[in-house]
């Protein structure tokens, strides 16, 4: 049981690693491209990000 529990921790840390590396690769890419749609929710985010930090 604790076997299984480790497996589905292991398992489930994988995967969210895995999720961020994914999503920093279309944004990098989104950075390389911008004129792709995704640079430009990329940018937008990014400017709201600058906003944010000048706010606090």
């Given at each position: 049981m604790i076997l299984l529990?480790?497996?589905?921790?292991?398992?489930?840390?994988?995967?969210?690693?895995?999720?961020?590396y994914v999503s920093r690769s279309v944004q990098f890419a989104a950075m390389l491209r911008p004129s792709a749609s995704l640079g430009k929710i990329w940018a937008k985010d990014e400017r709201s990000l600058r906003y944010d930090a000048a706010i606090g």
């Open positions: 529990q480790t497996v589905r921790s292991v398992g489930v840390t994988i995967g969210v690693t895995l999720l961020s």
